[in-house]
Each structure stands twice: as C-alpha cells, then as structure tokens.
C-alpha cells in the first residue's frame, strides 16, 4: 500500500513539475510581448495626447464653433467599440471586459468586438454584433480598426446613436488593470482641459497671440476630429494589448508560484510515506530476526 501511495505521489509531483516548465515558459514569452507591447504603446501614446491637445485647445478658442462631432444627440442609444483578447489564460482580463459590458451596455445597443475570445459569450447574452464574424484582436490592422471606427461616425451622423465609445482595458502599472469607457463622441471637453488651457495661456509670457483658422475653426474641427478619434481607438486598443500580456504574465507567474508550493507539499508528503516505508521495513527485520 505504501509503495502505491509513493508512486501516485511521484506521479504528481512529475505531472506538477511537467506544468511548472509551461506556465514558466508563458510567463517568459507574455513578459517579453509585455515590454515590447509596451513600449510601442508608450511611443503611440505622445502623438494621440498631441492631436488631442490641439482638438482642446481649438475648442476652447472657439466656444462658438458648431461642428457636427460636437452636437449632443437626443438619441440614447450607444455604439461601442470592445476589446477583448483572443487567446484566455490571461487571468481576470477578459472576464473583467465582459462584466463591465453586462453592467453598463444595453443589449439592444450596437457593438463591434475585437478579440475572438469573448464572440460567443456576448451571443450567448444577446448582445447586438455588428460584426457577423469574430475579428482577431492580435492580427487587426490600423485600417480595419479604422473601418470599425468609421461605423460608429456614420451611425451619430445619421442620428441612428447617441454616443459612439469605447470599452478597453486601462494599464495603470504591470500588476494592475482595469476596465475603462473612453467617450468618442459627441467631442467635448471637460473642466479639468479648460483650467490647463487656461493656466497654460496665463504662464506663457510672451506677447498675446491670436490664432487664426483658415478657412474656420468647424472646417478644421470636421476634418481633425474623425483623424482624433481613430487614433485615440488605435491607442486605446494598443493599451488593451497591452494589458493583455501583462494580465497573462500575472497569472502565469502565480501558476508557476502554485506550481512550486504544491510540488514541495507533494515533496514532503512523498518523504513520509518514504520514511514510513523504511520503517516498517526496519521493523519487519528486526522483528524476524527476534523471532529467530
């Protein structure tokens, strides 16, 4: 009996180290996407905040500037872009997206999904795709997010919604992320932009400058704002990936961490059935030979 408890247990502990040397090796790979992921996001990261500020700063000059991207509609329905992944052992990444949908989103509301991970679950709580077929979040291009994006623009022009945003996952630091709404449109701006505008315009000590907009402030804010948002979609989707491999190097990690304790435990159980084994041998023999 003993002998057969001490095969199961080294069994175990072959099958424990078996997974330890794959999630260690996942752990490696997501580490090394995470920080070359990481720094393409970073280097996209200062164009989006330039286009951004400029959009700010055009519509704060120009209170009165009435643009079609800047209408708030009647319509209270909400297109929104999501991303999720497409592959799972990313810990509480896509499950995360999911919940955040199914608390905030109407059903009835449209939807483009980027990642396949995630398709058949929003089908399955009758979410309303426009995307007939799951779209991979790892293989999309700059142009068919675009496309994607332009899909909302089109529906707030036509008035068919309100509000056309995104729901991505924010990268606070490597351990943490969380889910965000990033609002695309309608294009406003908030108080926190107007006071640095402001304090910018107030520290700047050179002489007053007037900026002049050729041919006017609408024409060059219909024009820069469909650029604005497919860039903000384009750095909000890198953010996700991003996430995305540092979600997974988590989890991977704790695998591998859960892997060692069980291993030891299995270990030290393994080296008792060892010593008892050893013992009642030892006992058998002595006990045979006082009998003699």
Known sequence: MAGQSRQALRTRIKSVQSTRKITKAMEMIANAKLFRQRNKMEANREYAQRLQDTVNEIMYKNPDAESQFLKKAENSHRMTIIFGSDLGLCGGYNGNVLKAAREELDPNDPIILIGTSLYHQFQEYGFHLLNEEPISSDKI????LKKAVETGIRLYQNDEVGTVQ?????????????????????????????????????????????????????????????????????????????????????????????????????????NKARQAAITQEITEIVGGSSAV
Request: hydrophobic content about 40%.
């Open 141 to 144: 291009t700059f142009l068919e």
């Open 166 to 270: 995104l729901l991505y996952t924010e990268f606070v630091n490597t351990m943490t992320f969380r889910p965000e709404f990033d609002v695309l449109l309608p294009c406003t701006i908030d108080e926190q932009k107007k006071e640095e505008i402001a304090a910018a315009d107030k520290a700047d000590k050179e002489l007053p400058k007037e900026t002049l907009f050729e041919p006017n402030a609408e024409t060059i804010l219909d024009q820069l704002i469909p650029m604005m948002v497919q860039d903000v979609a384009y750095s909000d989707w890198m953010e996700s990936t991003t996430s995305e491999q540092g979600s997974r190097r988590v989890a991977m990690k704790t695998a591998s961490d859960n892997a060692d304790d069980l291993s030891s435990s299995l270990q030290l159980e393994y």
